[in-house]
């Protein structure tokens, strides 16, 4: 990579082997977007389940009015549960975890690796794990650093040639970037956002804008 082209922040820090990290704590207690990605896959999830007892019931010969009446009580039902169940759900998740959620991100011209970590790893640590990487030898990052940045508890990468969809949320410092299957988020504090962005749509060839 071009010295010209490296783009320099306090936040973002582009590593010996080739990839900008950085770190994001997104405050759960203030963003509704996780819980509305969870309610997304559950209206994905109960339109199947209602197209099928649709199925069902006129399989069995009940008339289309007695149909739609079945199909809305048991979905209004399954819908009242779930809502109940996924906000408690996620009250006692962001409680545990002390209200913060703490991404690591790792991006290159091949993709980004979404990576959320366990609750112990703290945004310090992670940050701390990145500058060790950058302040080591080409190709011979420290092994504490990569160790840190290594122990996500759930990971998410997607191939900018895959990418289908873009959207753009900077008032939530948030871009969505959509395969056909898969939808990764990724975040970007507010000075370093315009960047992320544009270094995404630059890569994503095949991807509609949105946003």
Request: hydrophobic residues 45%; charged residues 20%.
């Amino acid at each position: 990579m071009k010295a010209e082209t490296v783009y320099k922040s306090k936040n973002i820090t582009l590593c010996p082997d080739g990839k900008y990290r950085w770190v994001y704590e997104l405050d759960m207690y203030k963003s509704s977007a996780i819980i509305k990605e969870v309610w997304r896959a559950f209206l994905i999830a109960g339109l199947i389940v209602a197209a099928m007892l649709a199925v069902f019931s006129l399989i069995e010969g009940d008339s289309l009015a007695e149909t739609v009446r079945f199909v809305g009580e048991v979905m209004a039902i399954l819908f009242g549960i779930f809502l109940v169940l996924s906000i408690l759900s996620y009250l006692i998740y962001a409680f545990l975890v002390n209200g913060k959620y703490c991404v690591l991100f790792e991006m290159d011209e091949y993709g980004i690796n979404h990576k959320q970590h366990e609750k112990q790893v703290k945004k310090s640590q992670l940050v701390g794990a990145i500058a060790t990487i950058a302040g080591a030898a080409a190709g011979r990052p420290g092994m504490a650093g990569t160790g840190i940045l290594a122990a996500a508890r759930t990971s998410m990468y997607t191939g900018f040639d895959d990418v289908k969809e873009l959207e753009f949320l900077p008032k939530e410092h948030l871009i969505r970037v959509n395969e056909t299957l898969n939808r990764n988020q990724v975040y970007a504090e507010e000075e370093d956002f315009a960047f992320v962005a544009n270094y995404i749509k630059a890569h994503c060839k095949n991807a509609k804008m949105r946003g």
